[in-house]
């Protein structure tokens, strides 16, 4: 069974730091594409960040220069160091491995206070 887990997500004050982590299982991603999207209540889910197999990384505008993606392909994890959080970041966000048509986790909120 295939699973990608979050977990690190909360509520912190604006300009402080949070740091996600996806465990899979279930299916070796050291050779594909993993990320991090977001949902914003009635809109799609959007990229925050991306990392190829072979380390080439892409970020939306919005967050760059603050948000830096890693993976450990040993562990088969992805993560998102956030910092310099503001309160229009606070989204579920959503670990993901093979683009929107692979597969998902269940998503971790993150809340961002003023």
């Known amino acids: 069974q295939v699973q990608l887990v979050e977990s690190g997500g909360g509520l912190v004050q604006a300009g402080g730091s949070l740091k996600l982590s996806c465990a899979a299982s279930g299916r070796d991603y050291s050779n594909t594409i993993m990320g991090w999207y977001r949902h914003f209540p009635g809109k799609q889910h959007e990229l925050v960040a991306l990392?190829?197999?072979?380390?080439?990384?892409n970020y939306a505008e919005s967050v760059k220069g603050r948000f830096a993606i890693s993976r450990d392909k040993a562990k088969n994890a992805v993560y998102l160091q956030m910092n310099s959080l503001r309160p229009e970041d606070t989204a579920v966000y959503y670990c993901?491995?093979?683009?929107?048509?692979?597969?998902w986790g269940q998503g971790t909120q993150v809340t961002v206070s003023p």
């Open positions: 993901n491995a093979e683009g929107r048509s692979g597969d």
């Open positions: 990392m190829t197999s072979s380390g080439i990384t």
